[in-house]
């Protein structure tokens, strides 16, 4: 079996993601040694296959991956290693293949981040009913309570995204339904 480079790549870039992700929940950073190398081997290897083209190819989709996220990390809305990890893909995947796991990955996150914000709702909810549920007892008043003032917000993952929403990119274009921009 001969693997050609673009299969590597995209094997490679999925193996990325997982671990990416994984390291995303987990410790809440995605590390440089993820990122980084994932761009070296992809503008090298498009280079070495494609010569000038394949590397403008790669560098294009590398800048635009981290131009897309750099306003939301200058922001604070994200870590740094959320716009290099999107970078990452685009070296592997182009401009246009970037874009359009850009796309995904923001429909990804939207859900993504309903689904935190419900989970997150609930317990406030069963939080603020329960200290309602003890003052009602103790006191003989019902008054109503709210979570802690000082609650914690909850942390949303955005690597878990990235690479939901470039693996189901990369799925589709893997079974042909490749999307015209």
Known sequence: MNLSPDVFLIIFLSAVLVVAAVQDLRFQKIPNLLTYPTMAVSLACHA??????GL???AGGLALGIG???????????GAGDAKLMGAAGAVLG?????????FTTIVGGVYALIVLFINR???FFTGLATTLK????TGQFIR???????????????????SGTLLYIFLDALGYGLII
């Open 48 to 53: 070495m296959t494609s010569g000038l083209d």
């Open 56 to 58: 403008l190819f790669s």
């Open 68 to 78: 897309i996220f750099i306003l939301p990390y200058l922001m604070g809305g994200m």
């Open 95 to 103: 401009l246009k293949g970037v874009f359009i796991a850009f796309l």
């Open 122 to 124: 609930r317990k406030g």
């Open 135 to 138: 003052t009602f007892v103790f």
């Open 145 to 163: 309570m709210t979570g802690a003032e000082g609650e914690k917000k909850p942390k949303l993952c955005y690597g878990v995204a990235i690479a």
